[in-house]
């Protein structure tokens, strides 16, 4: 969200304002902003030919990053193999719809050749690992099929978990034409089996610090998994506790996807990075 003063000399529609004002903003992003009326005046939604005044005090409820413009991907790590990039939450990892930033599209200004090998989440942020060569790319993905990559992530979870420490198996279903999963304790017809453990690092009377390893790597599997279990993720209004996500005021998903730990067998092209971690720390926020 962002408050701006409207500096112009006559007025104008409001398309043509955000247009002006804001060079950088990605067409695709402008439409769905007239769209969902995601500018307001005195409380007012407005829509794309809405007159503009000078000096209107205009309330914007779209991403500063779209307003601003593309910020160079921050890098974790870099070789003649492989880029690891600590990705920010409120942006895809590849290109999900035409005309839309998303991470790969920034890696690539820097290094035409990357590719993601895996992907995180739209709201979630951390590591995401990109590869430079072609025999890296078949080594990675089949590294993260295979699940010889072990995945850590940190979140901020709702109420206190019973057990400290534990490792549990579930199955879920995935409904793609909705966007969500379901979780289920049995083996319900077109669910596939997960598996997710996790420790508790911290905790106090509202809310408790994950640490989670990712064991499968199914769609939506932490948070829907944690919900299922009772500790949903603050800020997930999808799979948690839209209440309380909005008493706290708690508007971004606190998930993050912090190390990565790499086994490969020695001889291969990535043979010298067996046994090494890469890691970022989470940015959380429980107050937007």
Known sequence: MRRIVASID????LQNFLRRT??????AILRKAMDNRDVRR??????PAELIYPDDELTLYIDDRYLEGE???????VDKNLVIVNKKPGITTVEERKGVPCLQDAVQKLYPEARACHRLDFNTGGIVVFARTNAAREQLEAAFRDRTVRKFYRCLVW??????????????KKDAQNARVTIYDWAAPGALPIETAYAMLDSCMEYSLLEVELITGRTHQIRAHLAHLGYPICGDDRYGDRDRNKQWKVT????????????????TCLGYLDNRKFSVSPEFTLNG
């Open 10 to 13: 006559r007025p104008m529609p």
């Open 71 to 77: 910020t160079p991907p921050e890098i974790v790590f």
């Open 22 to 27: 804001y060079p950088a903003l990605p067409p």
């Open 252 to 267: 971004r998903q606190q998930l993050w996807a912090t190390r990565v730990e790499f086994s490969f067998r020695p001889g």
């Open 42 to 47: 005195a409380g007012k939604r407005l829509g």
């Open 159 to 172: 109420g206190q978990p019973k057990e400290g420490i534990g490792r549990f198996r579930a199955y879920l």
